[in-house]
């Protein structure tokens, strides 16, 4: 994508974050995602024990330098961060998430937003000891220009630690393949891949994974059989649980999940 193109895309996604105007496929795939999912997430706790992961995979932060991407008003672990790390910088292309995130932080003189794309040549900062792009790497189109930047970006022995939405497993291929021809924000949502996985495994050291949402993600259907709501719910956190472990060893089962974290190193030289 050219510089051009890649700034009218820009523009069109910072408008939509800022309006939040969908059309009706949008709103219908949102309410799916965000309502009925949403709602198993919330029985299964699967975002605690997402923020909990990446909480670990911080470690000590007091003596990191940390970029915060693609974080709008701030994700749900910015406040931690800049209030933990050595050094903070939330960058977004909306103005209006920045100015929203730079009131919050007005209280850590080592904390700072700006507005800026992560891969103009205006964003001139690097030696990040710690990238988080909480459901941004999807948001790239081309993969290698992201992973170079990144690795640009990264100081020596530098991490990234991700969550991003899978297209991998069947029924998310054949949902999403009807849904994007009329889908609002599709020049910038380009869910992971198993190509676009591999090439992040090729070109970072992968410490550490988990999907969620595999079989997990079926946990509603319970709903309409005739048992007790204990044996749903014991079934429900039996299958999230099996999601989360079996994610992080095998690439068949990861691909069968809807989410994946990654918590990624710089390769040395």
């Known amino acids: 994508m050219n510089p051009e193109e890649r700034a009218a895309v820009n523009k069109r996604q910072r408008e939509f974050y800022d309006s ?7 709103r219908i795939w949102s309410f799916f995602r965000n309502g009925l999912l949403n709602k198993i997430k919330k029985q299964l706790q699967v975002e605690r024990d997402i923020y909990e992961l990446h909480k670990k995979w911080f470690g000590d932060l007091s003596n990191k ?3 915060d991407l693609g974080c709008y008003k701030g994700n749900s672990l910015s406040f931690y961060l800049a209030s933990n790390s050595k050094s903070y910088l939330g960058i977004d292309l ?3 998430g920045i100015t929203y995130l730079e009131k919050r932080l007005k209280n850590i003189p080592t904390a700072r937003a700006e507005v800026v794309d992560f ?3 205006d964003f001139k900062e ?3 000891d ?3 792009a909480y459901g941004v790497l999807h948001h790239f189109k081309d993969v290698d220009e992201l992973i170079a930047q990144l690795d640009k970006k990264l100081a020596v022995g530098g991490v990234i630690i991700s969550y991003d939405p899978l297209q991998t497993s069947i029924p998310m291929k054949f949902f999403r393949m009807l849904y994007r021809p009329f889908q609002s924000d599709k020049d910038w949502e380009w869910p992971f891949s198993k190509k676009t996985f591999f090439k992040f495994q090729e070109n970072f050291e992968v410490k550490e994974r988990r999907g969620v949402l595999a079989k997990a993600k079926y946990a509603s259907l319970l709903n309409f059989m005739p048992v007790s709501e204990e044996y749903k719910e014991k079934k429900a956190k039996k299958w ?3 999601d ?3 994610s992080s060893q095998s690439d068949t089962y990861l691909f069968r999940c809807m989410h994946l974290s990654m918590l990624l190193q710089k390769k040395s030289l």
Do not use: Q
Request: glycine content about 4%; charged content about 30%; hydrophobic content about 30%.
């Open 20 to 26: 939040k105007h969908k059309n009706l496929p949008t």
């Open 65 to 67: 330098k940390v970029l």
């Open 94 to 96: 909306s103005a209006t």
């Open 119 to 121: 891969l103009s040549k």
């Open 126 to 128: 690097g030696d990040f």
């Open 130 to 132: 710690l990238i988080y």
């Open 240 to 242: 999230h649980r099996s």
């Open 244 to 246: 989360w472990e079996k």
